[in-house]
């Protein structure tokens, strides 16, 4: 009787171990997929890690660049400083010249050629506030670029510091807008060239227009407006100017 039940619960226990190895398959499945998972995000924190170690090297150098950016900056703004401070003292010092002299010669009833055969001279030389004055512009003048434009005889011939430019400036070329316009640029691209040539370059300049033998208004007046525009690309506190008319 005994033997008969053992016999009956075979099959059973054959299902039960069956059953059992089968869980134990899935739990070792599941388990390297676990492994299999740690694995990756632990690869991933490595990966994440390395890059926020990165970053936080690149944002430390950014942080070093703009501190160091920050103190070319402030070094520049200490040098305008002073540059603005030494400009506003020479144009100061100049304008102080300028007028002193313009006073001078117009409280002074004498034209310079009979300045030049009276006793006046001798009391020119020897007034210490004249001198003085003449001092403080030859001192400015070493900063300053001169460039001294005429136009002689009607032809309207261009010379620059007493050098002839081989260009006139002709009635025929005023007749239209864009000839105009062209003659003009002429003008401005041969005074540019001696400010590019100018060696060791330049602080201020100082264009001066004048005239010889009564040139015809319209090439005078060209040229003036070919200074101006000058002036006005290269600044107003770079450049200056100043023109000489002869009166009838």
Known sequence: ??????????????????????????????????DSELNGEQQINSELQSTIEEKDEQIA??????????NKVDNLSKD??????DIANERETLMTVSNNMAEW????????????????IGKLADDDSILEQIHKYETI????????????????????????????IALEEM???????????????????????REGGYTFILITLSEEDHVYRY?????????????????T??????????QN
């Open 1 to 34: 009787m005994n033997q008969k039940t053992f016999l009956d619960l075979t099959p059973l226990l054959d299902v039960v171990l069956i059953l059992l190895f089968a869980f134990m398959l899935n739990v070792n499945a599941t388990n390297s997929e676990k």
């Open 61 to 70: 150098k950014l942080e070093n660049n703009i501190i160091e950016l920050k």
């Open 80 to 85: 305008m400083d002073e540059i603005s401070f």
């Open 105 to 120: 010669f117009t409280n002074n009833k004498h034209t310079l050629e009979e300045l030049a055969d009276s006793e006046d």
């Open 141 to 168: 003048s070493k900063k300053y670029f001169f460039i001294d434009i005429k136009l002689k005889s009607n032809k309207n011939k261009f010379f620059i510091n007493g050098k002839d430019t081989n260009t006139y």
């Open 175 to 197: 007749t239209s807008v864009e000839s105009k316009e062209n003659k003009k640029e002429q003008i401005k691209d041969i005074i540019e060239k001696i400010i590019d040539d």
């Open 219 to 235: 090439a005078f007046n060209l040229v003036w407006d070919a200074i101006k525009e000058l002036q006005q690309k290269h600044g």
């Open 237 to 246: 506190d770079k450049i200056f100017k100043t023109k000489y008319v002869l």
